[in-house]
């Protein structure tokens, strides 16, 4: 029987593939794995490694513009040196500690306002009737469909002291002279939560609306009126979208470089902006190198927290 | 599993001068154009437990609900221990819901799902709990006080969702589909448990269901509802063996029905002439209808007997032959086909054990029943 179902059987190349991965100990479960975990090891680790080998080493004229760590004596010894110079005066210089304690400032008070901001959207898309939830959540999505930097710079348009915002209020008579909102830490956040705003709302949107209308329903039964239902139930049931969104924000603002560099002022201090005049202007890799990797771990703490905030909450399930 | 039917007190829905605790008048709820409630007329007396039986899209969660306060009624009053529910938001009610989904909330111990209400009362830390501690011990539930909802077992989620909903101490206490979570076994169980702890705290308890069944054992009063209108209430005794109409004679049980020409209508008897049934059938009691009136008789399937010998009289035997028998254990369930060409059901009780002269496959019988067996329906 099975003689006649191999003659009758087609080509299976697939079949065959299998077959040949199998051998070398490769199932269909761990190719799956390999291939995000190859993206990562050659996008995210190598990179990584690069950038930290950069910033254990020190800035020279020529290119690349830092010397090598390991150097090949004609005796042929090997030599390895690691400076730890650059990070030494990343504290020494009180404008890289002011640069990190500010940009934890503006991503903590962006987050903040996005969720205050988020928080109602989310709850008012996912408590719309079905048939509209797509389509609200689709106006969330739309600004992506316009280049960032673009939508930053239509900010300028609206924030500058002839711009839609100023020439509005003069002309309803609310303001004689415009006010100075572009290059102030106003415009930073007005940049900043425009643009993450959907990061918070999408999580948000996610867990609201698993929520189960009957448990509202439950709690104003026993007599919770509806704010009191909103802090008991809603809330708490919401705080894997919290912690989620706040992520989302939180992260990419505390790097973020364009937005301070377009809209903020001249005194808005921000670890981006370090980094990239040490980068692009001093031409100081190593010393960039350093700013990058103590961001990395300014970062890395926060997350670790929200993440085991979210286990936390996971777990009270 | 009802309650003791002797004295007339309990039953206060038999005594015209009695001050209904519930009050609905003539509510009528639409969504769109669709009516959920038509104009459906009740009243439900304190310490009763009233079963909604229906299908689904019967209306009958959605009179729950209004009563509840999560629906407002399209017109029509609701008026609960004398005060009018009209714009009560759910939360100022005397009243408490069990949900169907026991709607637990899943961020709270079983101790903090049973004393969120009492929370809400702003009741002293200790007397909330020791509620919460009284009311473990009434559900047994006492060993599970710190374990959140989803490491229970469905019989102890439903029994943490009564609890909570009994905790404030409704006056009403509302419960759609309480045991239609459970399996077959515990559903029975926790029957008997749920009149237990009706009785014993005198609450008020309106509940839903579908399983007429369950609506039988639980119910001083059922309520048969169908298409948003109410088409019977009664005792479970009065809808099973009495019922008005063919609907609920259908809904409730299962039931032979033929229909008939009344060929004499006299105040002690009627005659009616069926060619479904083959036979003419008598009723030993007067009956509300009119020479010649098409109507319909109902007749379940314990009250039929089976013989193998024609019995004595001219009417109520109808011959046929066994197509099918089903055996039940306690009971087996005949299926005849009539000479008329029509199927009937009978169900015998299994009194013998392996009784070698019981009625078997393709034998031709005689079904027959007494002039008292069934009922006759004009609707």
New interface residues.
Partial sequence: MSETATSASPWRPWRFLSRRLNAIGLTGKGLVILAPTLWLVVFFLVPLVIVGQISLSLMAYGQPPYEPLLTFGADGTVQLTLHLSNFLFLLSDSLYINAYLSSLRVAFVSTVIALLIGYPMAYYIARAPEKYRHLLLMLVILPFWTSFLLRVYAWIGFLRGNGVINNFLMWTGLIDAPITMLQTDFAVYVGIVYTYLPFMILPLYTSLVKL?G??L?????????PL?TFL??TL??SMPGIIAGSMLVFIPAIGEYVIPALLGGPDTLMIGRVLWDEFFSNRDWPVASAVAVAMLIVVVVPIMLMQRAQDAVVE?? | MKKPQTAADTRPWRDPGAKPFVRIRNVTKKFGDVFAVDDVSLDIFKGELFCLLGGSGSGKSTLLRMLAGFEDPTSGSIEIDGQDMASVPPYRRPVNMMFQSYALFPHMSVEANIAYGLKRDHLPKAEIADRVAELLRLVKLEPYGKRKPHQLSGGQRQRVALARALAKRPKLLLLDEPLGALDKKLREETQFELVKIQETLGVTFIVVTHDQEEAMSLATRIGVMREGAIAMIGEPTDVYEFPNSRFVAGFIGSVNMFEGVVVEDEPDHVRIRSTEAGCDIYVNHGVDCAPDQVLWFAIRPEKISLSRERPEGDANIAKGMVEDIAYLGDMSVYQVMLDSGKRIRVTKANALRGDPDAISWDEEVYAHWGGNAGSVLTS
């Fill in positions: 189960d009957t448990l329903e439950a709690s104003a039964d026993l007599g919770a009126k009191r008991s139930v708490p049931l009270r399930r």
